[in-house]
Each structure stands twice: as structure tokens, then as C-alpha cells.
């Protein structure tokens, strides 16, 4: 059974940076993409970033691109969004999921499956 968990969200000052990570179980990992998306409440899911399964690929949304990095570890089989300059526009709970199908990183969310729980990223002004 698949099972994506993620972890390390929490309240941050505008300008502060956190680091989330997302544990993979019950799958070939390197096998599949991977993506981060996020919900600020009242509001649809949106795509934050996305990476092959060999790591080699990735894709950042505009919004985030230059402050936020993913990574992934195949060995470990997580992957990891590292987000700095931090705003409070970054508010929202945090998703990861896998892509099942293909093998370049796609940026809507009904091209990925197997959610995470989420967890809730706060940037305070």
C-alpha cells in the first residue's frame, strides 16, 4: 500500500525558511515524479513544484521560483522542498503526491495521486 507522509511544516516569520520532507512507503520510488502542492483555505489546490523520478528534472511555479527548491533522496525515498524568503502568501497546507503516468514532471493535480495528509505551513507578517 502506498503511502506518502509529510512533515516539517509550522509558523515562520515573512522571510524565515523551512524545510518540508515527504516519506515514501509501499512503492518503487524512483520510479515515479514527484510533486508539492498547496491549499490556502478557500482556495483550489495549486501546483508549488515537481521533480523526475531520477531527480534529474524538476519544475517550480512561478510564484515560487527562485526561493524554493525540491529534492529528492531515492535512497531514502523522500523528497524534500526547501522554501526560503518565506511570505505570508505561502500560507497553506502542504501536499505531496506522486505522478503515476509518465515520466516528466506534469503541474496539475489531476495527473498525481496518492496524497499525503498535508501539513500546514503558516508564514506570519
Known amino acids: 500500500q502506498v503511502q506518502l507522509v509529510e512533515s516539517g511544516g509550522g509558523l515562520v516569520q515573512a522571510g524565515g525558511s523551512l524545510r518540508l520532507s515527504c516519506a515514501a512507503s509501499?512503492?518503487?520510488?524512483?520510479?515515479?515524479?514527484m510533486g508539492w502542492f498547496r491549499q490556502a483555505p478557500g482556495k483550489e489546490r495549486e501546483f508549488v513544484a515537481a521533480?523526475?523520478?531520477?531527480?534529474?528534472?524538476?519544475v517550480l511555479a512561478g510564484s515560487v521560483k527562485g526561493r524554493f527548491t525540491i529534492s529528492r533522496d531515492n535512497a531514502k525515498k523522500t523528497v524534500d522542498l526547501q522554501m526560503n524568503r518565506l511570505k505570508p502568501e505561502d500560507t497553506a497546507v502542504y501536499y505531496c503526491?506522486?505522478?503515476?503516468?509518465?515520466?516528466?514532471?506534469?503541474?496539475?493535480?489531476?495527473?498525481?495521486?496518492?496524497w499525503g495528509q498535508g501539513t500546514q505551513v503558516t508564514v506570519s507578517s
Open positions: 521533480i523526475s523520478g531520477s531527480g534529474v528534472a524538476t
Open positions: 509501499g512503492l518503487s520510488f524512483s520510479t515515479y515524479a
Open positions: 503526491a506522486l505522478q503515476p503516468l509518465g515520466t516528466v514532471p506534469e503541474t496539475s493535480p489531476r495527473r498525481y495521486a496518492n
